[in-house]
């Protein structure tokens, strides 16, 4: 559990994301996983207004791109804070969309006026201050019995860390808070998803040898609205049918986000203290302690050994 003026890490779900953006108080707007890099995985999803990228940072990686210095018009907040990167990558995305059916809220269109004329380490900064927009991320903070102090990470720690794209203005941005500016990919045409896919291909195939942990989400319109907006242009029976299939589909994925992150939130201590205490009162704590650990150790023993034929 975070204490007062600290993040917490985060889990890197589509539910939990896309819970994020509604309590920050946007609305027309939820998060997909993508499971594939192919064209048609990004088409299914538009429009898509940003992706979010979750990687194992090594650091010293060079940018493939330009690195933009001072003003610029595109929304930039450098990371001064342990573990806020994944609403950091968020609040990059959503800060610079610039379609007009999409509501920022009050929190939201708050801060981007209130940090309209800061340089990037003041806005991030100002982002790490938000009560606001802390006290949402830690919603999702894990339960723990003892706060322990954190320390930062050693050089054989796992480090993971989120980043942004974004088409703003007709060129594609990489906003990662621990670069000193956002990185200017290039213009794009028709779609920006095809100046960005070949990019991320070559990231992860740079890294696939040792590394597999990668995630992708995309930040993409409201599919409930799209699909509502698209029964009451459908014509015949058959049309509508498969329509309202793909409600039917999206209203259960949205149940069951919303069971997921309160299993998330609740704290499950308590009980599994009092069970723990009972056991130990009936004396039966220690025999299943001990036989738990005989099944891990059979376990550990026939994964060691050889494959017979």
Known sequence: MAVNGQWCLIESDPGVFSELIKEFGCSGLQVEELWSLDESAFSDLKPIYGLIFLFKWKGGDEEQGKVLFGDTDVFFAKQVINNA????????????????????????????????????ALKGMSLTNADRLREVHNSFARQNMFEFDSKAAEKDDDVYHFVAFVPFKGRVYELDGLKPGP?????????????????????????????????????????????ER???????????????EKI?????????YKVENIRRKHNYLPLIMEMLKILSEKGMLLPLTLKAKEKIEAKDSQKKEPNKP
């Open 85 to 120: 990167c994944a609403t950091q990558a968020i609040i990059s995305v959503l800060l610079n969309i610039q379609d007009p059916e999409i509501k920022l809220g009050d929190t939201l269109s708050q801060f981007k006026e209130f940090t309209a004329s800061f340089d990037p």
């Open 183 to 227: 990185i200017d990919l290039g213009p794009y045409t028709d779609d920006w998803i095809n100046v960005v896919r070949p990019l991320l291909q070559t990231r992860i195939a740079k890294h696939a040898a040792t590394e597999i942990t990668f995630n992708l989400m995309a930040v993409v319109g409201d599919k409930l609205v799209e699909f």
């Open 230 to 244: 698209e029964l009451e242009r459908s014509s015949g029976e058959e049309a509508r049918q498969e329509v309202k």
């Open 248 to 256: 039917r589909i999206e209203e259960e994925k949205r149940a069951n």
